[in-house]
């Protein structure tokens, strides 16, 4: 189970990589979903993306943190 | 408690009307024509939480993409920011943007003190600085060539103008009049768009409303769920090309997985190329957006359109690829180039899966013309973004559509006495062009020739196109359709040429500040769409009357039809040609017709 955290790099103007969701890719503007996973943090842009990676991701592509 | 549905339907329509009402007022006060004639903006509505809870049928490609725009501005803005009378700008590809001519303008609207939601419009400036006049430049490396980025910063504040903001804007434009004019018409719009929310809050009351737009969000939610059903589960691959990037002359591939679990599609773009170096990367809201155009396209048209019937269209797009851009690199055609691949991608996928519902590809490209430079009678500055149109894809039960903006946009064709009126250019033709569909039981439309004169001492062109090595595809056995091209005669030429031979672009479709001069001729070729079964088995009626109103040649009636064609004394009739004969649906044998 996840919480909601600020992650995201919006306000940061001296930084111009963003953060990612770790399903779907989507920029992360602010607040993120966290979860941790075998001492490993997974950044999501909503809960639903935490079903998604669980279901179809991890089935297909393995638990790897693809990007950030 | 649920509401009752006649009661949902008549709150659904009167929220959708009210965006209606904020194009109308746009399009009648803009002063660019991508604006007024051309309709390349939408307007929507957002509930306090940034949930979409009604749009016009405007700009799709825009739609998609307003819900991730409005989203981030949200987030790094902050709710409680928002006060009465503010309205706020932003046009940032890498925050939730498209790319960077649209310009998106947010505005909260209050009942008495409370929150209820937001007016939104997002409108193509024409003109934001950048290496190119008209923004698109077809070589750019980094968005920094690309024009003027604006994070979420405040237009107006209370009602009154930010200056500061409106100087930088003017500034930094090359024609800071038309900018000033289209954004005073957004504002207009989000001005209607307050007006008739509050008038709706003070008769409904706001708390109803919240709860009624959230169960109308629910009810699209479950119709969008039923209709995915309906397509069969399974997995559905299909992979596309852009032809060049502008920057090196190789192709890139556009790849999806599209995956239908009971009520629910994830498109997965995984396997798709890294970003390019030229502009033609899709930013991930564009992607979202063509996605959803796919899927709404194979849909009831019917569902309403908010932030619910959005939710069961799940996209997957990996960071530094081809559709979901980093920074820096460019990304001006990504929504006007690869948005089209994009949802070309998707259909492909799903006609695996509904035949039935899916259609063969269009022209898929916006054919962005741009040009510029100073007014022989004013001395101003003059720049326009003009797109040409293109052939639909026949689709299993009707042919193509012939002409018609490319399905991420619904822009309407700018006319010629607007082009001649208010740019020194003559259209000196503008035709469908003869064999661009792509023969099929059902023929793709047909794209178009358009030939300009340029009437300026000397003027700036950029473009960027595509399809014009790589055809539209043909479906069910259907041929492609016709390819694009753009090349010129220079006054003292007696042939037409492509940009790569006279000027040396690297290039053919696109490339950017190329000056032509006075008399000059450019032809502009747009792309036509695929076709859709086996052409033997058009009728032959039809085939003759293609070839009576010249959609197709007698030639191509012989070779990809089988038909051919006899003329004596003004009349023309069609027989079988021996090969058409083997086919097993065949016409009836002898029609006659006045030509």
Known sequence: ?68 | MQTDSTELTLLHNRLTSICREMGVAMMKTAYSPVFNEGFDFVCSLFDREGRMIAQAEYNPSMLGAAIYTVEWMLNEIGVKCFRAGDVWVHNDPYRGGCHLPEHMLLKPVFQKDELFGFAATIGHIAEIGGKAVGALAGDATEIYQEGLRLPPVKLMDRGEHVMDIWKILMTNHRTPKLTWGDLHAMLGSLHIGEARLIELLEARGLSRTLDETKELMQRAEAWMRREIEAIPDGEYRFEDWMENDGITDEPHRIQVAVSVRGGEIIADFTGTDPQTRGPINATYAVTAAATYNAVFHLTDPQVPRNAGCYRPIKIIAPPGTMVNVQHPAPEIGGNSETHCRIIGVVMGALVQAVPERAAAADGATGCNFLFGGIQPDTGEFYANYHFENVGWGAAANHDGNDAQCAPLAISRNVPVEVFETRYPILVRSLRLLTDSGGAGLFRGGLGTERILEIRAPEMTVSALFDRMRIPPWGLQGGSTGGTTSISIRRASDSEFRLFTDVFHTVSPSKFSNIIVRHGDLIRIVSSGGGGYGDPFHRPAGKVLDDVLDRYVSAQQARNLYGVVLHESEGTLSFDEAPSRRTASDRSAASVNLKT
């Open chain 1, 1 to 68: 189970m996840g919480e909601w955290a600020d992650r995201g790099l919006a306000s940061d103007y001296f930084q111009q990589q963003n953060v990612h969701c770790s399903a779907c890719g989507k920029m992360i503007p602010r607040r993120a979903w966290v979860v941790m996973r075998d001492g490993k943090e997974l950044l999501f842009c909503e809960p639903d993306c935490e079903r998604i990676y669980d279901e179809y991701c991890v089935p297909r592509y393995g638990a790897t943190i693809r990007w950030r």
